[in-house]
């Protein structure tokens, strides 16, 4: 029962580009893009709504082959559940509720080392561990959305940045695969990203 039901799943919704596009990818593609909407105003409901759809892309690109890419949901599954503690519990050092605010050059300049370091070795792993089509350009926006969530889920401005760069690679990445409507989503998400960024920009200089 369960394997008709991911075969359902998978089944074709419609052809775009030559590609079939399945009903899960259909349906992650719309959660996905509403969790971002949810991001750019600040709202608990985008932590769910990662959850889930994260859940669905680990099936889908698990299908695909993309094992970095699948992996990385399921991190952004785990990390929905810290994410949303954050935004409701969570404390800046000085013991305030969590609030839009910058990280600043200098308190970001060792984690986007440790990005930059983890993505060869990532890249590494996966071209002899796995049969990968694509390692490195899998491992690249893995480690980065990495970077991105925690920034994220501490309400730091610059996770916007971030999530623009991760999404100019993972369109090319998925333009690879044939992935057509997650290519849409993720170009869709580089001009929201800018405009979240603006709005976070705007929140933080308020604070």
């Not at 599954?77 to 013991?95: D, I, K, P, S």
């Amino acid at each position: 029962m369960l394997a008709s039901a991911w075969a359902a799943l998978l089944a074709p919704a419609f052809t775009a580009f030559g590609s079939p596009i399945s009903w899960l990818e259909l349906v992650a593609f719309v959660l996905a893009v509403w969790m971002v909407v949810c991001n750019m105003r600040v709202h608990l409901l985008a932590w769910p709504l990662a959850f889930i759809s994260s859940l669905m892309y680990f099936g889908l690109f698990w299908d695909g082959r993309l094992y970095g890419e699948a992996a990385l949901q399921l991190l952004f599954a785990a990390l929905a559940l810290w994410g949303w503690w954050q935004w409701r519990f969570g404390r800046t050092r000085e013991g305030e509720a969590l609030k839009v605010r910058r990280l600043g050059a200098r308190g970001l300049i060792k984690p986007a080392l440790l990005t930059l370091a983890a993505w060869p070795l990532l890249g590494l792993f996966l071209s002899r561990a796995t049969d990968s089509p694509l390692p490195y350009w899998d491992a690249f926006p893995t480690v980065a959305s990495l970077l991105g969530q925690w920034l994220l889920a501490r309400k730091y401005e610059e996770n916007w940045p971030t999530w623009v760069v991760v999404n100019a690679v993972s369109v090319v990445l998925f333009g690879i695969k044939g992935y057509w409507l997650t290519v849409v989503l993720y170009a869709g998400f580089i001009p929201m990203s800018v405009v979240g960024w603006r709005a976070w920009r705007q929140a933080a200089a308020a604070a």
